[in-house]
């Protein structure tokens, strides 16, 4: 049992260019999020899936997509990349988001926009 | 909406000092509240929860109490490590049910 994972951990990009973020979880949650968590910064909700073909919007979504094709992988896409998206960037899931139930987060992804 | 609100950081200790992180919450009903912290370099995990008015959450040494007449969810430890140097988040499920909200952090470093 894995967990939540996340590739690549570390990345830089050059300004405009495209990336896409991965995450998997191997726990059949229903629910899984992006977040973005800049220095000295909390968590900033960019989306959330609550299913397999469902996304919505968080707080931060301008420059990102999201797809949900199955219940284990949930990608970002970082488009036309800009230095305000340098962050580190976590995946995280949980079986729903009531009735005490916790999330898991990844590792998290390491992004640096020059 | 619902919300948390979480105890400004830094805070710095003394190793075996006394810990106090506070926070508070505006929700509509009873919902179940966490507290997350990051270690240096990763991921957000759980410390502990509490699903109802009045439970107390534990682990590693670390207490919190449900408190609805004051509508918080202290944090506390009586003696802290240096290993227990990291960030702390408050969180409670929005009433939607589709997604958590997170305080803005606590950093806590413990010097020996």
């Not at chain 1, 199955?70 to 340098?86: I, V």
């Not at chain 2, 991921?43 to 590693?60: E, I, M, P, R």
Request: overall charge negative.
């Amino acid at each position: 049992n894995a967990g939540v994972t996340q590739t690549p951990k570390f990345r830089i990009l050059k300004i405009g260019q495209s990336m896409t973020l991965q995450c998997t979880q191997d726990m059949n949650h229903n629910y899984m999020y992006w977040y973005r968590q800049d220095p000295g910064m909390g968590l900033k909700l960019i989306y959330y899936s609550v299913g397999a073909g469902i996304t919505d919007k968080g707080e931060v979504p301008n420059g990102y997509n999201v797809s949900r094709s199955t219940t284990e992988d949930f990608p970002l896409r970082l488009e036309l990349a800009a230095p305000s998206q340098t962050s580190v960037y976590f995946c995280a899931s949980s079986y729903s988001a009531s009735g005490g139930n916790e999330q898991y987060f990844g590792p998290g992804t390491r992004l640096t926009v020059l | 909406g619902d919300s948390v609100t979480q105890m400004e950081g830094p805070v710095t200790l003394s190793e075996e000092a006394f810990l106090t992180i506070n926070c508070t919450y505006t929700a509509t009903g009873y919902p179940s509240l966490f507290w997350y912290v990051q270690y240096p370099g990763e991921g957000l995990q759980l410390l502990l929860k509490a699903t109802k008015a009045d439970d107390k959450g534990s682990n590693k040494g670390f207490e919190a109490t449900y408190r609805k007449e004051t509508t918080s969810f202290h944090l506390e430890k009586g003696s802290v490590q240096v290993s227990d140097s990291a960030v702390y988040f408050c969180a409670l499920p929005s009433d939607t049910g589709n997604q958590f909200y997170f305080g803005t952090g606590t950093s806590l470093t413990v010097i020996p």
